[in-house]
């Protein structure tokens, strides 16, 4: 309607309808793009993550499978799983603070991107069902189709997302407690270098993908955005 605004009423614009067309296929073209790769990178992010934190916890577990006893030098027979814990802990704690550097950057680039992704989602959430339930004489056939078709993919979408970012900081948390249990079984007392890294275990924290700098989306978070966009549909529908 701008593009035709433009144009003269006395001149013919016949030229035109083919441009505003070609215009709107590629803006629409551009949105579903650019959604789509949001949709796209978020999850595929936060399960690469999540991935690489699985391995990280099962680090030794071809060690555990290879033999049950080794000899160290003094030809005394000890626990295979106590000689990898020694031998892969501080490959695997660099590796955890390469990954968490990673989620950080991640996190200034995306933290206040995701907080409008989901307020977009909620408001479209809202607006559909409120159309349907409201207004449904308005809306037609066509409406009956589209809206409820809508409003599932929207479901799905948030879900697959906010489900996968939120194994992230439960996944460090476990990753954490994990190998805390596994040091516990080493005598640190004699060992320096293990008394060290048990040190660096202790200092490092969980991390998450970040909702803005409110808080790291956690399992729970899902619920409770479902939660949310319901009470907002349930005040529209009173109005």
Known sequence: MYLYSLIPSDKSVCWFHGVSSIVGLVTVGIFILSEGQVEILFPAFARSVNHCLEILMDHQA????????????????????????????????????QLEKLVQDFNAIFAWPIVTYKAVIMLRMCGYSYILLKHPSTSGYLGYLIFPYALIILVSKVGIFLSAAGYVIHNTSMFLRVWKKRVMTLNSNEDLEILMLERRLKGLSPFGIACGNFYFIQRHTLLTFYSITLTYLIIMLQL
């Open 62 to 97: 071809e060690h555990r499978r290879s033999a049950d006893k080794v000899m160290n030098q003094h030809n005394r027979p000890i626990s295979i799983i106590s000689q990898s814990i020694k031998d892969n802990l501080g490959k695997v704690l660099e590796e955890y603070e």
